[in-house]
């Protein structure tokens, strides 16, 4: 059965600092890749999804993430954190609509 | 801009009332879905539609009910709320065009108290 995990539950990072979010999954078949980022009392928002093709992503707020299929991951990267990048974020696997996993999200802090 | 609306925003209700939680989509998307959130924890599906008068349950097991009447509309009803019902609740539509899976546009939730 599919599955994904994100280990890290809450990650803290400095203003101005890079950020990475871990994300693992289990998935029978070649897996559709998405991040979602929740704001407080929001519902989630698409960040960027990985289907085919080129491995590295881009998403929008200047998030990036890399499939690497070797090591079930797909990992959330962005190079300078803003205090607004405050938030959870969640990665989900999944190809038909009915058959989307989403890990247990981190929640990211940013320090000043 | 939210083309995807849950009324209400917060909801504090007795036990053993009966409560429709809304949703509704002016994108025109044939699929829409129903999770659960609480914190900590993955998202659980708890119901879905393909399209008019649809509907499937998730894999969490639940007291709740869904219809599918119009395209733009899939309300959740519980039937007898218990403070086990407590939780938020994401209601989600998609529109992949051509198959496959292109990620999904969600509402803000409801965040529902059973006390």
């Known amino acids: 059965a599919q599955s994904v995990t994100q280990p890290d539950i809450h990650i803290t990072v400095s203003e101005g600092a890079s950020l990475e979010l871990r994300c693992n999954y289990s998935?029978?078949?070649?897996?559709?890749l998405f991040w979602y980022v929740q704001s407080p009392g929001q519902g989630l928002q698409l960040l960027l999804k990985y289907f085919s093709g080129d491995t590295l992503v881009q998403g929008i707020k200047g998030f990036e993430a890399e499939f690497k299929r070797s090591q079930s991951s797909f990992n959330l990267r962005k190079p300078s954190v803003h205090w607004s990048d405050a938030a959870e974020y969640f990665c989900a696997v999944g190809a038909l609509d009915n058959d989307m996993r989403f890990g247990a999200g981190t929640r990211l802090t940013v320090k000043p | 801009e939210a083309d995807i609306y849950q009324t209400p925003r917060y909801l504090v209700i007795g036990t053993g009332k009966k409560i429709t939680l809304e949703c509704s989509q002016t994108?025109?998307?044939?699929?829409m879905y129903w999770y659960q959130q609480d914190p900590g924890m993955e998202l659980h599906l708890i119901h879905y539609?393909?399209?008019?008068?649809?509907?499937e349950k998730g894999d969490l097991s639940s007291e709740s009910t869904v219809s599918r009447i119009r395209t733009e509309h899939f309300p959740l009803t519980l039937e007898s709320a218990r403070p086990s019902h407590t939780s938020q609740y994401l209601c989600a539509s998609s529109d992949p065009a051509s198959g496959g899976n292109y990620g999904y546009t969600f509402g803000s939730g409801t965040r529902l108290t059973v006390v």
């Open positions: 539609s393909y399209g008019v008068n649809s509907t």
């Open positions: 998935y029978g078949a070649t897996p559709y």
């Open positions: 994108m025109g998307h044939d699929k």
